[in-house]
């Protein structure tokens, strides 16, 4: 039973550039989280996701930042015109319907903007 | 005051001893408590989850809940080198789906 999968592991995008970060929950999960992680700070919570449904998006900043989980396929986490304070960890976790505190995470993507 | 406080370390103990890990919270409206480990540079993985108040054992980890301290604990007994790790403890309100609210983590290393 394959986990939660994210790709890229590792993307680095020059400033101004985009970046998209795809999550693929586990099997029988329909509710998807998007989390950062910046050096020396915790995890912190960004959207809430479930198929073709934004949930809640509190922790999502306001400008350049977009999420989906679109029908088919994976969910998206799309940052445009990438910044340096952008350069972080992005993890994505699953759950299972019944149980947003049985939250389990993927292998994460590490952004580098250059 | 932040929502969950957690000692960043680092904690160094030997191999077998007793492992003590804690967080402290100030939204006495989260119900569930949970506790990752990370490995570096790796995701974190689920160690256990508890309801409200109470004690939950799993192998050599258990996990306590103090709702009337806001308190949470975990302990890892017999501690090994590859309990090696930074440990989040993880909080959420009760809900299908809701965010987790994570300490800082706390970085633990185990010496043999």
């Known amino acids: 039973n394959a986990g939660v999968m994210q790709n890229p592991r590792h993307l680095v995008r020059r400033r101004g550039q985009e970046a998209r970060l795809r999550c693929s929950p586990m099997?029988?999960?329909?509710?998807v989280y998007w989390y950062r992680q910046l050096p020396e700070e915790g995890l912190k919570f960004m959207v809430y996701l479930q198929k073709e449904n934004i949930i809640d998006e509190s922790g999502m900043p306001k400008e350049r930042f977009s999420a989906e989980f679109p029908k088919e396929g994976p969910s998206i986490l799309r940052i445009q015109q990438v910044v340096r304070g952008d350069s972080a960890a992005y993890f994505c976790?699953?759950?299972?319907?019944?149980?947003?505190?049985?939250?389990?995470f993927g292998p994460g993507t590490r952004l580098t903007v250059t | 005051q932040k929502e969950v406080e957690q000692d960043p370390g680092p904690l160094s103990v030997p191999e077998g001893a007793i492992v003590s890990l804690n967080c402290t919270y100030s939204n006495s409206a989260f119900q569930y408590f949970m506790w990752y480990r990370q490995y570096s540079r790796k995701g974190p993985e689920l160690l256990m989850y508890t309801y409200s108040s109470g004690n939950k054992e799993d192998g050599r980890f258990t996990a306590q809940v103090d709702k009337s301290s806001k308190y949470i604990s975990l302990f890892i007994r017999d501690s090994q080198p590859s309990d090696s790790a930074t440990y989040l403890c993880a909080m959420s309100l009760p809900g299908a789906g809701t965010a987790l609210i994570f300490g800082k983590g706390t970085t633990l290393s185990v010496s043999s």
């Open positions: 976790a699953s759950s299972p319907p019944q149980g947003a505190y049985e939250q389990y």
């Open positions: 099997k029988g999960h329909s509710h």
